[in-house]
């Protein structure tokens, strides 16, 4: 493809998270990338409907009923985790390069058919989790791949973000480990809060494009919320390849909206925290470096590096490859036995309903700060 050209864009998906795409493409019309059609059965649900049909906008209700009438340069896939694989296979063979919405998809062997598909079409997969896409984390990998801190030691991160009757009746599949035959595996871990997990796998990476494998997981698994199917709160630790534990802590059962992100990295020569939304590293010599912020809300990164990759004939920085590690862990932590939690606070604020464990914050901000499970220092849900 020529330097520069204009992407056409087919959206998979159009209500939700779409809405951040579609307000990019009404919103801010430019010359890299023009929107082609939209691919949702539900599109009249979708609150950019009036738009979408004022600006002429096809609406398709299958990919397939798209290609068969117009062709695209990248397919923006927001649609339910359950579509992931099939959709961005389809989109591929049908040569178009895709940026599919975290999570890749609902399990590991989905995930081995989108690697398939990516080598088979000579197309890319990227995938839409934001913090690889942005340029002060790029610059702390290099750090970290560089040896400025040296050899990692562990990597612990805590995310809670409360979530209420609202969020799982939104529709058919939120909170579920399978939605009818297909699976989806959706939980705090593999969607609402999977980013900081993913982004300690990426960062300890070996090259800027991948994550580190992981060896085995131990994990703590309950279930607040008696309405849905999988769980709402996890305590895991696991180990990498290269022998590190990674730990993270995820909740929807929390009392506050959000609580976190706290998050700490130990390597030999330095500790690198997270706080006020920016990275910064303290050397044991007392220097620091400070990393730019990051807004973890915008689009606007992964979307044009993506157009920029295929402008210019190469690969996004996070990519079906960089993605797996997390879906290994999502379909190992989904062996694990749920433990339902008796001791809940139901409430409600206006119309929508939550579940929450009493001092939840407390009490995983102590296994935090120990790198332990609730179990190992008694605490009991
Ligand atoms: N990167 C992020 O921070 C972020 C944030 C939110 C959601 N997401 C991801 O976006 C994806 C969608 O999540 P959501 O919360 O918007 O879900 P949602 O259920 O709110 O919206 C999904 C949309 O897909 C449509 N849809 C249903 N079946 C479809 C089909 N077969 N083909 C095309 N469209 C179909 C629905 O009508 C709806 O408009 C998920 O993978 C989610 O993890 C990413």
Known sequence: MNKMEQIKILLVGA?????KYISEFIDHPNDKVKLM????????KSVCYNQIIERKIPIYNTVNEFFNERKADLAVIVSPIQFHCEQSIFCLENGCNVLCEKPLCADIEQARLMREAELRTGRFIAVGYQLCFVSSIAELKKDIMSGKFGKPLEMKAIHMMRRGSDYYARNNWAGKIKSGNLLVCDSPFSNASAHQFHNMLFLLGKTMGTSTGVKA???ELYRANPNIENFDCMALRCETETGINVVYYTAHCVKSKEFGVFSEYKFENATIT????????LFKDGRTKVYDGIDTSLIQPKLYNVVDCINSNTVPICTVETATPHMQCVHMVQQNQIKPVSNVVCWQDGEVVYYSIPQL???LYNCYKQAALPCEIGIRF
């Open 15 to 19: 209500g939700g998270y779409a809405f």
């Open 37 to 44: 059609g939209i691919c949702d059965p539900y599109a009249d």
């Open 217 to 219: 997981v131990e994990t």
């Open 274 to 281: 997270y706080s006020d939304n920016k990275y910064t590293a």
């Open 361 to 363: 914050e407390e009490k």
